[in-house]
């Protein structure tokens, strides 16, 4: 099962920032946070991962807590091609002994609105 | 920008026909991955490959599935014997090394009829 818990849907006006939240509350210290989405049955698109810090790339922004245990996806001016379901996905990134399979949720769906 | 590609995007068969799914990982990516969607469900991980082997599997991933790099560019996966319920999206994924990104490409729509 996923280790993470996300609303099923949001809604966001066109040009507002998306807030898309995440809890993993039993992430553990070599866990890394990762952020997919599917536009309409398209292939999982990669838009950001994270440890401890906030990262912030050209699709979007991850803020983690200061303990890990949630974390927030934003999208800083949504548009309406953002319409997508979001996943967020913990997993171990490293070597040996580590699965490297990704274990999708049923993710959010978020719905931009013009 | 390197994409992983998938061929073909759409496939028809009939229940205990034989197919291969075709993807092209971005090229200089050691390790790849094969994942299905049924409609309306979740994404579930079916196996994951490198040097030439299987390196986990779920258990969707029984004797009737198999996978091959069979040259330097494609990996496929191979369904001996169709179900209906092995009707779904297919999508390969590659990643790099082990437990970096991983990148979807487009997916099969395979259809069991």
């Known amino acids: 099962d996923a280790k993470t818990t996300q609303p099923t849907s949001m809604d966001c006006a066109e040009g507002r920032a998306a807030n898309l939240p995440c809890n993993h509350s039993t992430i553990s210290g070599n866990e890394y946070v990762y952020w997919y989405r599917q536009i309409h049955s398209q292939g999982p698109q990669y838009i950001i991962h994270?440890?401890?810090n906030n990262e912030t790339n050209e699709m979007a922004s991850l803020i983690i807590t200061e303990d890990r245990k949630s974390s927030t996806l934003i999208l800083p001016h949504a548009t309406l091609r953002d319409t997508a379901v979001y996943y967020c996905i913990v997993r171990v990134v490293g070597y040996g002994g580590a699965t490297n399979k990704l274990i999708f949720g049923t993710g959010t769906l978020l719905a931009v609105q013009p | 920008e390197p994409e992983v590609t998938q061929t073909p995007s759409h496939q028809v068969t009939q229940m205990g026909q034989e197919v291969i799914l075709r993807c092209v990982p971005i090229s200089n990516h050691l390790y790849f991955y094969w994942y299905r969607q049924i409609l309306g469900q979740k994404v579930e991980f079916l196996v994951s490959?490198?040097?030439?082997?299987?390196?986990?599997k779920s258990e969707i991933f029984d004797d009737q599935f198999s996978v091959e790099r069979p040259d330097g560019s494609n990996f496929t996966l191979k369904i001996r014997s169709t179900k209906l319920e092995d009707s779904a999206m297919y999508f390969c994924?590659?990643?790099?090394?082990?437990?970096?990104?991983?990148?979807f490409g487009p997916g099969t729509r395979l259809l069991v009829l």
């Open positions: 994270g440890l401890k």
């Open positions: 994924a590659s990643s790099g090394l082990a437990g970096e990104t991983q990148y």
């Open positions: 490959f490198y040097n030439n082997e299987i390196s986990e």
